[in-house]
C-alpha cells in the first residue's frame, strides 16, 4: 500500500487462500455416476430487466428498441434490458429467483449484448444460489458484438454446460470478474 494523495485508514488486512472450484468434467462425472438427466420441457424463462436483486442502483434498467428484445411495444419507451455500460465494476452483481419446474439437467441462455471494448471479452461469474457451479464459469468469457447474441453457455468447442437444478425456487447469479485478457 502506498501514500498517493489522501489520508487513508485501515480496519484490518485479510489474506485468504484463493477458492478453487471443481471442473466442469468432475461435475459432469458426479452427475453421470447420480443418474442425472437433462430437462427436456418447455424453458425457463426470465427477463432480466427484472432482476431481483442489483449490487448497484447504477445497474438500471434501460430501453432497447430491438424487436427481439422483450417486452417490445413498436412506438412506446419500454426499460427492458439491465446492464450495459453501467455494468463494469468490480463485483457488481446481479440476480434473479427461477422458478425451477422438475429436477434435471438444464442449460443455462443468456441474451447479451457486449458492445464495450471493442474486440474485447467481459467476464462474468456465474452463481446457483449463491455457489459456483465449477470452474469454468467462474469467470465465463463473454465476446464482444455488434448486435445482440444469444449465448448458451458452453466450452471452447461450443458444447453446452449443464447445470443441475432441483425442482423449486433457485437463484442465478451474474457478476463481473477479472478474467484472461492476456498471457502474463
Request: hydrophobic share 30%; aromatic share 12%; charged share 25%.
Amino acid at each position: 500500500l502506498e501514500y498517493v494523495n489522501a489520508d487513508m485508514y485501515i480496519g484490518d488486512i485479510k489474506l485468504v487462500p484463493s477458492t478453487e472450484y471443481k471442473t466442469y468434467a468432475e461435475v459432469q462425472k458426479e452427475y453421470q455416476a447420480k443418474g442425472y438427466k437433462e430437462y427436456t420441457g418447455d424453458p425457463v424463462y426470465k427477463e432480466g430487466e427484472l432482476s431481483d436483486y442489483r449490487s448497484s442502483q447504477i445497474l438500471r434498467r434501460e430501453a432497447d428498441s430491438d424487436p427481439g428484445t422483450t417486452p417490445y411495444l413498436r412506438g412506446h419507451v419500454k426499460l427492458n434490458t439491465v446492464g450495459g455500460f453501467n455494468w463494469r465494476k468490480g463485483n457488481q452483481q446481479i440476480q434473479w429467483v427461477m422458478d425451477v419446474p422438475e429436477s434435471g439437467l438444464y442449460k443455462l441462455n443468456i441474451r447479451a449484448f457486449q458492445n464495450h471494448g471493442e474486440g474485447l471479452n467481459v467476464h462474468r461469474q456465474i452463481t446457483i444460489d449463491g455457489e459456483v457451479p465449477f470452474e469454468e464459469v467462474s469467470a465465463y468469457a463473454f465476446g464482444y458484438a455488434t448486435k445482440w447474441q444469444n449465448e448458451t453457455l458452453s466450452d471452447a468447442e461450443g458444447n453446452p454446460y449443464l447445470f443441475y437444478l432441483e425442482k423449486g425456487q433457485h437463484t442465478l447469479g451474474i457478476q463481473v470478474k477479472m478474467g484472461a485478457s492476456a498471457e502474463v
